[in-house]
Structure formats: structure tokens, C-alpha cells
């Protein structure tokens, strides 16, 4: 149980366009999403916390207008990177409360900005 | 705030040796601990957590950690590793008032080899 399902597992996107990463919870409902970058060989760098039928709440340093959250439903969160460009090249995860204080977490999104 | 130090970038091992992957936080309240391993283009799949009760906490794939309050320690061990063992390592701490974020470490590179 507790399955969030992260799509797409890669993208590939030309600079100055823009990519939607969905999160969806399987088999339960997700009230609160937690969105994550890393860079390679490095730790995962949260950016920002999702929470159904409110704001995001960002980390500091992250563009709000860049990075938008949307949380519209208790089973869908998406991060859309607007006007990419390169250095937004990054793998994306995401991960969602689940029972028992555990944290379930998307398989991630590897992104290409050419 | 919260922190964590993962005293390990990468850890060498041989098949069929221990391995002690080594984790310490900082944080002025009582934390929730977790461990977490990842594989190349994958999301985090939980070792193990320590939420309370008995400080020596079993995971699966063999592992185990044991949460020392004193020395502020939640170091991960394994009797005897494998090959398949070979994955990013992520300590990750997280404030037990409800559902918040995870804070999480540089991550250790344990290679086993043959």
C-alpha cells in the first residue's frame, strides 16, 4: 500500500518550454506533498510542500513563479517547470505522509533541459 | 532547525563483509529517524525508521540501526553484505509534530565489491 506513482520517469524538453511531473497516490489520499530536486551524486534539496486546495509552501531561494505546484485533488500534485532552461536540469521526486509516519516516494523524474 | 551528517561520502566494502554506514543529526527537539537507500534513477525506498521504544530498530535486507540519544547517533549496519547492497545511503530526520518535511543527509555511496 501507500504507492505514489510519479510520471514521466524522464523528459527531454528544448529551453524555454515547459514541463508538467505528475504525483498520484494509488491507494490513498495524499493531503500534503513534498517536492524534491537533486543533483547528481548529491542529496535531495526540498523545494517545496504541497497541500490539497491551498498554496504551496516553497523553500527559500525557490521561484515560486517558476516551480508552480498545483494540489487540486487528494490523489494528483503536479510541478510544472516553466520557461526551462538548463541549469533546471535535475531529477525531480516527490513523496507523500504515509501511515505510520512513513514516507512514500515517487520514482522520480529525470529532466534534460537542451 | 534540524540537521544531518552523514560522516561517510562513500564506503567500499567487500561481499560478505559488515558495512556501518554512519549518521549523526543535531535538532532541539525529539526527531523521527529514518533511513533511506536509492538506487540509480529511482526513488527512496525505506530501510527503516525509528520513531520511539527500543533504540535498536530492524530494517529489511538485513539491516539495523541503532538510535543513540547521547551521542545524537543513528548509525545503519549490516552483518554481511551483498553485491545487490551497492546504493545511495540517505539518513533523513523529521520534527514528530505531525507530518513535516524530511531533512536529509549528503547520502553514502556504499560499493560492495567482489
Known amino acids: 500500500g501507500a504507492v505514489v506513482s510519479q510520471h514521466p520517469s524522464w523528459v527531454i524538453c528544448k529551453s524555454g518550454t515547459s514541463v508538467k511531473i505528475e504525483c498520484r497516490s494509488l491507494d490513498f489520499q495524499a493531503t500534503t506533498m513534498f517536492w524534491y530536486r537533486q543533483f547528481p551524486k548529491q542529496s535531495l534539496m526540498l523545494m517545496a510542500t504541497?497541500?490539497?486546495?491551498?498554496?504551496?509552501?516553497?523553500e527559500q531561494g525557490v521561484e515560486k513563479d517558476k516551480f508552480l505546484i498545483n494540489h487540486a485533488s487528494l490523489t494528483l500534485s503536479t510541478l510544472t517547470v516553466t520557461s526551462a532552461h538548463p541549469e533546471d536540469s535535475s531529477f525531480y521526486i516527490c513523496?507523500?505522509?504515509?501511515?505510520?509516519?512513513?514516507?512514500?516516494f515517487g520514482s522520480g523524474t529525470r529532466l534534460t533541459v537542451v | 532547525a534540524q540537521s544531518v551528517t552523514q560522516l561517510d561520502s562513500q564506503v567500499p566494502v567487500f561481499e560478505e563483509a559488515p558495512v556501518e554506514l554512519r549518521c549523526n543529526y543535531s535538532s532541539s527537539v525529539s526527531v523521527y529517524l529514518f533511513w533511506y537507500v536509492q538506487y540509480p534513477n529511482q526513488g527512496l525506498q525505506l530501510l527503516l525508521k525509528y520513531l520511539s521504544g527500543s533504540t535498536l530498530v530492524k530494517g529489511i535486507n538485513g539491516f539495523e540501526a541503532e538510535f543513540n540519544k547521547s551521542q545524537t547517533s543513528f548509525h545503519l549496519r549490516k552483518p554481511s553484505v551483498h553485491i545487490s547492497d551497492t546504493a545511495e545511503y540517505f539518513c533523513a530526520v523529521s520534527d514528530p509534530s505531525g507530518y513535516n518535511k524530511l531533512i536529509f543527509g549528503a547520502g553514502t555511496r556504499l560499493a560492495v565489491h567482489p
Open positions: 504541497s497541500n490539497e486546495g491551498s498554496k504551496a509552501t516553497y
Open positions: 513523496s507523500a505522509p504515509a501511515t505510520n509516519y512513513g514516507y512514500t
